[in-house]
C-alpha cells in the first residue's frame, strides 16, 4: 500500500471529526501527512477544534492502530481512496458534506461510470423483490452501475438482478461484458464484516463480477443505526437519478430520496399497491412529482 494512504487511514480513525471539518483542514493544510505532524500549540490555534478533537488528533494509541488498520487491508484486499484520488467519484465530490476517504473492496475503477441508485424497503413484497430484480437486471444490460446499501429487501433483490445480468454473460465476450453495469454497493459499517449476514455470499458475487463494496467507515466499525442515514448520502451522491421501489410512510428510504433531491437528482418511483403499507411513501413522492416508471426503458441515464 502507498505510504500516503496510511495518513488517509489515520484521519478516518479521528473521533469528533466529521467531513466538514476534515474538509476545512485539509482546506488549510493540503494533506493529511502534514496534519499529522502537527504539534499542540499549532493544533490549537486552528478555529473551531477544542481541546478534545485535538487530544484525539495526538492520540498516539491511534497512530499505533493504522499499522494493524494497513496491514489487515493489504491482507483482504481492502483499499482506501481520498477525495484527491482519481478514482474517487466525480459525482460524490459535489454533495455538501463529502466523505474525505472510502475504503473498498472491488473494481474501484466502476465508480465513475453512470449509476443509479436503487431503494426501497427492507420489508419488501413480492411484488417489491420482483421489481427490484427487473431494474437491476435490465439497466445492468444497458450499461448502468447499480448502486444500492445491500440491506434486506430491496436493495439486496436489485443487486440480485444485477449479478445475473453479469453470470448470463459469457466471460468469452469480455468486451460485450465490460459494457454490462456493475453493482456498487455502499455499506453503514467496515469492510471487515457483513451486514446484514445472510448477504456474506451476495456481497462475494459482487466483488467476483466486478463490482464494489465501499464505506467510509474503517475497519472494526459495527452498523450503529446511526451510521445508515450518513451512508444513503452517498448512495445517492454516487448516482445520477434515484429509482424507489416501495417505501413506507415514515420509512429510511425517504432520507435518501431527500438527499437525492438536494443534491439535484433525478427520483423516479414504480407506482405501489394502494392497499399496501409499503406503498404509502412511493405512491406520496409520485403525488409530489416524482417520475412515475413502469418499465426500465423510462429511467434516462446520460453520459
Same mark, same amino acid.
Given at each position: 500500500m502507498v505510504e500516503d494512504k496510511k495518513y488517509w487511514v489515520w484521519l478516518s480513525l479521528i473521533k469528533g471529526l466529521g467531513s466538514k471539518k476534515k474538509q476545512k483542514l485539509l482546506e488549510v493544510y493540503k494533506t493529511p501527512k502534514?496534519?499529522?505532524?502537527?504539534?499542540?500549540?499549532?493544533l490549537l490555534k486552528i478555529k473551531g477544534i477544542g481541546t478534545q478533537i485535538v487530544d484525539n488528533i495526538l492520540d498516539e494509541? !491511534?497512530?499505533e492502530e493504522v499499522n494493524k488498520h494497513i496491514y489487515y487491508m493489504e491482507k483482504n484486499n481492502i483499499d482506501i481512496i481520498s477525495i484527491v484520488d482519481n478514482y474517487y467519484p466525480q459525482y460524490l465530490k459535489q454533495i455538501y458534506d463529502p466523505p474525505i476517504s472510502l475504503y473498498i473492496k472491488g473494481?474501484?475503477?466502476?465508480?465513475?461510470?453512470?449509476? !443509479?441508485?436503487?431503494?426501497?424497503?427492507r420489508e419488501a413484497s413480492e411484488y417489491g423483490k420482483k421489481a427490484a430484480k427487473y431494474f437491476g437486471y435490465n439497466l445492468s444490460k444497458v450499461n448502468i452501475n447499480i448502486i444500492s446499501g445491500l440491506a434486506k429487501g430491496v436493495d439486496t433483490y436489485s443487486h440480485i438482478?444485477?449479478?445475473?445480468?453479469?453470470?448470463?454473460k459469457s466471460y468469452s465476450y469480455v468486451e460485450s461484458y465490460k459494457?454490462?453495469?456493475?453493482?456498487i454497493a455502499v455499506v453503514g459499517n467496515g469492510l471487515d464484516m457483513v451486514y446484514p449476514k445472510e448477504n456474506q455470499k451476495l456481497e462475494q458475487k459482487i466483488i467476483e463480477l466486478g463490482g464494489c463494496v465501499i464505506s467510509e467507515y474503517p475497519i472494526g466499525t459495527k452498523p450503529q443505526k446511526m451510521h445508515f442515514p450518513a451512508r444513503n448520502r452517498i448512495i445517492s451522491g454516487i448516482a445520477k437519478g434515484v429509482l424507489v421501489i416501495e417505501a413506507k410512510e415514515k420509512s429510511g428510504t425517504?432520507?435518501?430520496?431527500?438527499?437525492?433531491?438536494?443534491?439535484?437528482?433525478?427520483v423516479y418511483v414504480v407506482p405501489g399497491n394502494i392497499n399496501s403499507i409499503n406503498s404509502v411513501g412511493t405512491n406520496e413522492l409520485i403525488k409530489q412529482g416524482a417520475k412515475l416508471i413502469t418499465t426500465y426503458k423510462e429511467v434516462e441515464i446520460q453520459n
Open positions: 502534514r496534519l499529522y505532524y502537527l504539534r499542540r500549540n499549532e494509541k !491511534i497512530k473494481n474501484k475503477e466502476i465508480l465513475n461510470n453512470k449509476g !443509479i441508485a436503487i431503494i426501497g424497503c438482478g444485477n449479478c445475473c445480468s453479469l453470470l448470463e459494457r454490462y453495469g456493475k453493482p425517504l432520507i435518501t430520496v431527500d438527499f437525492a433531491l438536494e443534491q439535484g437528482k433525478d
